[in-house]
T-cell receptor, first 113, second 117 residues
């Protein structure tokens, strides 16, 4: 089945450690996105990529990094520079259709101990 | 300034009744798209309905319809005949185009709907 796979689903890390969240899609979508969700804050855009080897900062990119070396993969690294990394992270992809709706993965919950 | 505003933090509705979830938006672009997503407690985001700014008719998808009032910049979601499975967080979102020409979705803060038996 086509879809978006995020891993791991739950992740714990110590302060000062970098961690990478995986996002893979087999929908053949060009665009991919990373959102962060905190309680009462809705979804906030971290980074997005319209094509391979190109990506743009979203509204809250500080402390995060991404790469887009392959069309189907868009990993997100949460660096030690991110002050409040504990959150629910959602990856999404879309295609340039009439609606262009986002298709989401099931999310990764990161907890910093 | 918020581009998507959802003022209702939470709502309760009786099963089988209709419910309206409010959403207002702010944009100066003539072309834009509006979306509603549902997020159950499991966390996944489920696309419900889309309305384009140039669409003449209000969008409908099964029990979901979008009450689009362009002049008032509102895009309220109407759920008819509520079911217990409709209990979830609901997010309104708008597609906007950045200066570089790339598209992204901006989300509201969401609201929690609880359907009571």
């Amino acid at each position: 089945d086509g879809g978006i796979t995020q891993s791991p689903k739950y992740l714990f890390r110590k302060e000062g450690q970098n961690v990478t969240l995986s996002c893979e899609q087999n929908l053949n979508h060009d665009a991919m996105y990373w959102y962060r969700q905190d309680p009462g804050q809705g979804l906030r855009l971290i980074y997005y990529s319209q094509i391979v080897n190109d990506f743009q900062k979203g509204d809250i990119a500080e402390g995060y990094s991404v790469s887009r070396e392959k069309k189907e993969s868009f990993p997100l690294t949460v660096t030690s520079a991110q002050k409040n990394p504990t959150a629910f992270y959602l990856c999404a992809s879309s295609q340039a259709t009439h609606t262009g709706e986002l298709f989401f993965g099931e999310g990764s919950r990161l907890t910093v101990l | 300034a918020q581009k998507i505003t959802q003022t209702q933090p939470g709502m309760f509705v009786q099963e089988k009744e209709a419910v309206t979830l409010d959403c207002t938006y702010d944009t100066s672009d003539p072309s834009y798209g509006l979306f509603w997503y549902k997020q159950p407690s499991s966390g996944e985001m489920i696309f419900l309905i889309y309305q384009g700014s140039y669409d003449q008719q209000n969008a409908t998808e099964g029990r979901y319809s979008l009450n689009f009032q362009k002049a008032r910049k509102s895009a309220n979601l109407v759920i008819s005949a509520s079911q217990l499975g409709d209990s979830a967080m609901y997010f309104c979102a708008m597609r906007e185009i950045s200066q570089g020409g790339s598209e992204k979705l901006v989300f509201g803060k969401g609201m929690k709907l609880t359907v009571n038996p």
